[in-house]
């Protein structure tokens, strides 16, 4: 079993960056594709990212691609979304999740976090 907990959100003028964290314990994590995902009130939730293990293989939807950046550090079991020229639209509770595979599809992620706040003011 892997547990999440997500770090780093808070609240930021549009135009700024926020670095998420996403802890993970457990001896498997380095053996999931780690994703990221967001959910606005009243909506579904979003794919925004996801990496693979190896920390080579990495796929963004296009509402963050060109400004957010994920990675990963196995040796520290923690995983990151580095979000740069935050937009108020950006606004939404982050979770972290983890999957066998590479997909977009939340359903296919087993293992979830609790979510951190992103608030971005205009």
């Known amino acids: 079993q892997v547990h999440l907990a997500e770090s780093g959100g808070g609240l930021v003028q549009a135009g700024g960056s926020l670095r998420l964290a996403c802890a993970a314990s457990?001896?498997?994590?380095?053996?999931?594709?780690t994703g990221w995902f967001r959910q606005r009130p009243g909506e579904e939730r979003e794919f925004v990212c996801f990496?693979?293990?190896?920390?080579?293989?990495?796929y963004y939807a296009d509402s963050g691609n060109g400004r957010f950046t994920i990675s990963r550090d196995n040796a520290k079991n923690t995983v990151y979304l580095q979000m740069n020229n935050l937009k108020p639209e950006d606004t939404a509770v982050y979770s972290c999740?983890?999957?066998?595979?590479?997909?977009?599809?939340?359903?296919?992620?087993?293992?979830w976090g609790q979510g951190t706040q992103v608030t971005v003011s205009s």
């Open positions: 457990g001896p498997t994590f380095g053996n999931f594709v």
């Open positions: 990496i693979g293990w190896d920390n080579t293989s990495t």
């Open positions: 999740a983890v999957a066998p595979r590479y997909t977009t599809t939340p359903n296919d992620y087993r293992y």
